[in-house]
């Protein structure tokens, strides 16, 4: 049997009985001398004198009790230096939770550690001093607004004034840089997450000072107040989630200055004592006993490995006698077991130096009690935490590489490992610091400055240009420059790879599946504890001449009970890898719901790090299980089978599913369970949950009473009773319901026939086995319900399936929010290099003359430069840990992972409904991350395998983005805005056309159904980006009014260039002629939202037109101009659709031979001729609120709108065939809103031009299209001519031809149009346009209300004729 935690290595022989010639040799019995000689050397005094007892006596095991004591006993000076005057409160120094607070706050069970979680409160400790020299230490966990320093108890703070507002209370602001106290002025440096501010106060010479990791800051204040009734506490006011813990002297100081004192005094007795049986500790490790020449040997190398000499173990049982309590205390762990495992690592080579740890370790568990061992660990691995955490950053990144090394060496151990990671690592250390690699504030401190001399930055054009790049040649001082600092670059990635290798080593062994005893470990052979203490129980006469039977039996008898304890616990082992899972599947749900406590919760910049070493971790352990299983796949074929999703086995708690919730699916498809994967939900599960629906809190009791015994598993028969914990009222639905099947749990195995279904019953994530994870012969685990479309091979171990589903889930919880957070360092560089480029521009401008405007200019200049340098360097830092190339094939490998599990969900039909949403989210999130955040030192379009990606999520997207097994809204947007935006960009659109054509056509299908009942303005910008570049006047990127005024974001998706698609035009064209309802209810729809969209517009730019002419001072509200924009927006995206439209299918509006032509053209008559009028009219409203230019109307000018009218009126009145215009032209005319006037403004002309005569040039104070020259090419200016020239004519046509109309002949309803329909069967009367209109939405007569059954032409003079012949 093996150890859980490989126990020491001794020699087998050791272990037998032996010859009396090899007695001394094998059981380690050495003679009086020897033994004297042995531990006189092990314990010797402090000044290395010998010891007292040897001058009376020989030193043995009977006396070396007494000998110990006197070993460890400390002096009166020692203890009495905790002594000093000048403190008042506890020894014991904590935050006073309990009044000394303001506002609120959450405080850490140790009273250290705080966050704010109001506006600004504010808490004292509970110690203060008033004479002397004191100092206390504040880990900064956030850069936040923070106001540290000390204050009187007299201070009283509220939400709005903190530490240094008052008087008599002083602070240092290292957020905003300044120290305060009522007023403020500069001080110090800027602090960063992972910094240590010391606060030093000097109430001899009543000075106040600060340091930030060690550096002094200077003297902050003089002349503090002191006296009678003048004392200072520690404390601190912080802002809401900002965190920081206190160090009052409970742990050493990091930085301790001489002359000053911890406010807690250390413990100095402890410390001398824990010194000196660590000093005996190393020597034991140190000399090795020869019994057969009787002399004591110096090993060469003192991490050697112990022999199971019985001397050796009774001397470290009295050794960790006295050490053991010892080193459960913090302050001893942290200052002398940290430093000496420290001082270990340095020794020899890195595997002498585990092995070192390995043995220590060995020597802890095997002499300690557990509960001793256990606490020491801890708290030797909260020391690592806070020492990794908040070392400085060097350019070696040396401290991090010896604390992670010392960890991992930690963490070989088995035992120890499988402690750790059961109660600390996730239960205590939920941020997972030892996989973040923080980002240095100041990179002069982090050395960059040598390890990167030389700083460039890349240079973006900060201009649209007329449809050509400007490309600036780079010159050779610039080439040079750019090389010198990738190189730099380079030699900063790799050192920061030593460190994330490491990592990503201590993950691998996390997920280590080898360690559960199932194997022997050999360096601990079977009944090799009971071999060795056989030995002594078969020789007591013998081994009684060297201890006294007393102390012999008490010490065995220890040291049995831990060897004993440690080898029973190790024979029922779990493997590391499925304690590692239930732990990250409880952080991730803590930090998914945000039901832990605010503390727990991990910071983003630690999910991105801790998400790439293990992304490293799994893909190691995916291959390797392919390399032992060719069957498996490669981690390139990664994706997650889609019955994990529906079968139990993983907890997804309460997250959303693509069809809902999990209750609610399992209820409506339980039927396509039972055939498509041949699970059977039982029926007691669906009445839990709607119990539980119904009274989350508490189950009736009478239910779980009643419930029958048949429970049944994986093929079982045999009806079992509900296990208890199921039916405990306490688990709560999410346990009960969401989590794994209980299948392993309930029944023996049996195979499982083809027609057979499986029952299965939820179980909680921390009750599964391997066999429940992994599967058995009989059992696939958490592959139970195979869907007939998936491959029966297995992919890898499942296990890795599950840590897989959890990565995924961690990018989408925070990872994709950090990376764009990130870039905001490349955005700055940006701004600065433009600002230098301007000021140097200015410079060359400038006339030397002018000194004053040269020296200014030249100061922001060097102000400028020296902030690049800086944010260069700090660049370089985040591209190596954030944005390298290794991390974007992390993200790349993710987006492939969740493309292929969604097309493996989607073959499985109606199941898909249960994928999770969060599969969808990080597909389109890595995409975007991919393309936009990782450039421009990488491109996607370098990613192997890039084109076939960018097909397959465009296949996903057209297919999903309407698709009904998808009911949650905010991911049916979040489809449609992706869709949306993958239309903007050339290679991304081409991927849309790369689809197979019955997706296409379907896709197009779906972006033409009439806009009602659903959300239509994402899917119009679709197919106007479609259009975009084929329109009147429609090639440009950004407004021409807004070229001057606002300065380019060249990623946003509306100010890419013009890409139209004429292949999906063309689809979109062919299913508009199909059939006779498609196109005129898709248009209708567009016609109704064009009429809402634009009425909505004028009325808002009636109100603030009206707030604007008001005397008195006002402002309007800034969401009330954005969606006034919006409208606009949405009014001219309205507007092309329809001029696509009427482009691709003209037939639809001029072929009256169709029954809705006629109708439809009317329609857009009518809201052409409102639109026109609207914005035409001289000094009208549209005009002030341009002129006005408020901030977020930017968008709202002249241009956009008309020229997208202009277009469709192009298209009716000069395009095509005679008929077709003249019927256009004819319904135009028809309308009465129609003027002339409105169609002369296009050009720039007040009225109508008598014909033949030439244009006038264009009035820069009015506008024109030929002003446009740039947008509007001279053959669109020619076919506005024709245009304005036709309407002209037909307009006075018209006009001599027309008669005068009775009131009695026109519409009842308009006043506009002559009667033209009669109602059948009640008679009434009015135009077409109106009764066409009408009978869309009502099939009731105007007047009557009856029934219309048919509406027929009417003429009135064919009517009274026939009338006079009737009569």
Sequence with gaps: ????????????????????????????????????????????????????????????????????????????????????????????????????????????????????????????????????????????????????????????????????????????????????????????????????????????????????????????????????????????????????????????????????????????????????????????????????????????????????????????????????????????????????????????????????????????????????????????????????????????????????????????????????????????????????????????????????????????????????????????????????????????????????????????????????????????????????????????????????????????????????????????????????????????????????????????????????????????????????????????????????????????????????????????????????????????????????????????APTAIQRPMQALAMGGALPLPRPGWLSSPTLGRANRFLSTAAVSLMTPRRPLSTTEKVKVRSLNVEQRTREDIEGSPWNEGLLLGRPPEEPEQPLTENSLLEVLDGTVMMYNLSVHQQLGKMVGVSDDVNEYAMALRATEDKLRRCPKRRKDILAELTKSQKVFSEKLDHLSRRLAWVHATVYSQEKMLDIYWLLRVCLRTIEHGDRTGSLFAFMPEFYLSVAINSYSALKNYFGPVHSMEELPGYEETLTRLAAILAKHFADPRIVGTDIRDTLMQALASYVCYPHSLRAVERIPEEQRIAMVKNLLAPYEQRPWAQTNWILVRLWRGCGFGYRYTRLPHLLKTKPEDANLPSLQKPCPSTLLQKHMADLLRQGPDVAPSFLNSVLNQLNWAFSEFIGMIQEIQQAAERLERNFVDSRQLKVCATCFDLSVSLLRVLEMTITLVPEIFLDWSRPTSEMLLRRLAQLLNQVLNRVTAERNLFDRVVTLRLPGLESVDHYPILVAVTGILVRLLVHGPASETEQATSVLLADPCFQLRSICYLLGQPEALAPGTALPAPDRKRFSLQSYADYISAEELAQVERMLAHLTAASAQAAAASLPTSEEDLCPICYAHPISAVFQPCGHKSCKACINQHLMNNKDCFFCKATIASVEDWDKAASTSATSSAA
């Excluded at 002594?536 to 006294?548: F, M, R, T, V």
């Excluded at 060897?563 to 304690?579: D, P, V």
């Design 1 to 700: 049997m093996a150890s859980k935690g490989a126990g020491m290595p001794f020699s087998r022989k050791s272990y037998r009985l032996a010859s009396d010639a090899e007695k001394s040799r094998v059981t380690g019995i050495v003679q009086e001398k020897l033994l004297n000689d042995y531990l006189c050397r092990v314990f010797s005094s402090p000044d290395h004198g010998p010891p007292a007892a040897t001058s009376r006596k020989p030193l043995n095991f009977h006396n070396l009790p007494e000998h110990v004591e006197q070993l460890l006993q400390v002096g009166s000076e020692d203890e009495s230096q905790g002594q000093v005057e000048g403190r008042l409160g506890p020894s014991t120094v904590v935050l006073d939770h309990t009044g000394g607070f303001e506002g609120l706050l959450l405080v850490d069970d140790d009273l250290l550690g705080v966050i704010g979680h109001s506006n600004f409160g504010t808490i004292r400790s509970t110690t203060c001093v008033y004479k002397g020299k004191w100092v206390y230490e504040v880990l900064i966990s956030s850069q936040g607004l923070m106001q540290i320093g000390w204050c009187t108890i007299n201070c009283r703070f509220n939400q709005e004034e903190g530490v240094g507002d008052t008087h008599n209370s002083y602070a240092y602001d290292g957020n905003r840089v300044r120290k305060w106290n009522v007023t403020t002025t500069n001080y110090g440096k800027a602090w960063a997450a992972g910094d240590i501010v010391s606060c030093l106060i000097d109430l001899d010479e009543g000075t106040l000072s600060f340091c930030l990791n060690g550096v002094s800051l200077g003297t902050a204040f003089e002349n503090l107040s002191r006296g009678l009734g003048m004392a200072y506490f520690p404390a601190i006011s912080l802002s809401f989630k900002e965190s920081v813990a206190f160090n009052f002297g409970s742990r050493p100081l990091r930085y301790p200055v001489a002359g000053f004192r911890p406010l807690q005094d250390p413990p100095f007795a402890d410390l001398v004592r824990a010194q000196r049986l660590l000093g005996c500790f190393q020597m034991v490790l140190s000399v090795e006993l020869d019994p057969v020449e009787g002399r004591l040997v110096e090993r060469e190398n003192s991490e050697g490995q112990l022999q199971g000499q019985p001397t050796v173990l009774l001397t470290l049982a009295h050794i960790f006698h006295h050490f053991a309590p010892l080193l459960r205390k913090v302050y001893v762990v942290e200052a002398v077991l940290v430093s000496f495992l420290l001082g270990v690592m340095e020794k020899g080579t890195p595997e002498q130096a585990q092995s070192a740890v390995h043995q220590i370790l060995d020597l802890l568990w095997l002499f300690m009690e557990d509960y001793e061992v256990q606490d020491c660990l801890k708290q030797l691995m909260m020391s690592l935490l806070r020492l990794y955490r908040f070392s400085p950053i060097v350019p070696d990144l040396g401290l991090q590489i010896h604390y992670l090394r010392l960890t991992m060496a930690i963490l070989r151990h088995e035992k120890s490992r499988k402690f750790l990671l059961s109660n600390v690592l996730f239960d205590m250390l939920r941020s997972v610091v030892f996989f973040y690699i923080k980002s240095p504030l100041r990179v002069e401190e982090a050395g960059l400055q040598e390890l990167i001399p030389t700083t460039w930055w890349p240079h973006r054009s900060s201009r649209e240009g007329r449809d050509s790049k400007e490309v600036k040649e780079e010159t050779t001082e610039e080439r040079q420059r750019r090389r010198a600092y990738e190189r730099g670059c380079q030699r900063l990635k790799k050192r920061i790879e030593v460190v994330e290798e490491l990592q990503v080593q201590i993950l691998k062994l996390l997920l280590d599946n080898k360690d559960d005893n199932g194997v022997s470990d050999p360096r601990f052979p079977c009944g090799g504890l009971s071999g060795r203490y056989a030995v002594l129980g078969s020789e007591p006469q013998k081994a009684g001449a060297h201890l006294c039977s007393m102390v012999g039996l008490i010490v065995r008898c220890r040291v049995l009970s831990s060897a004993t304890t440690l080898f029973s616990h190790s024979s029922k082992g779990e493997a590391s890898r499925y304690i590692f899972l239930t732990k990250f599947r409880k952080f991730l749900q803590e930090n998914a719901s945000g039901r832990g406590n605010m503390p727990m919760l991990c910071p983003p910049e630690y999910m991105v790090c801790f998400l790439h070493r293990l992304v490293s971790a799994l893909r190691f352990y995916w291959d390797e299980y392919k390399a032992s299983n060719p069957r498996a796949s490669f981690s390139e074929e990664a994706y997650i089978p889609p019955q994990i999703f529906y079968n139990g086995k993983v907890d997804y708690s309460d997250l959303q599913r693509l069809g809902g919730l999990l209750s609610h699916l399992r209820k409506t498809l339980k039927d396509d369970l039972a055939s498509k994967a041949n699970i059977v939900i039982d029926p007691l599960e669906l009445q839990a949950a709607t119990m539980d629906d119904l009274d989350e809190d508490e189950e009736p």
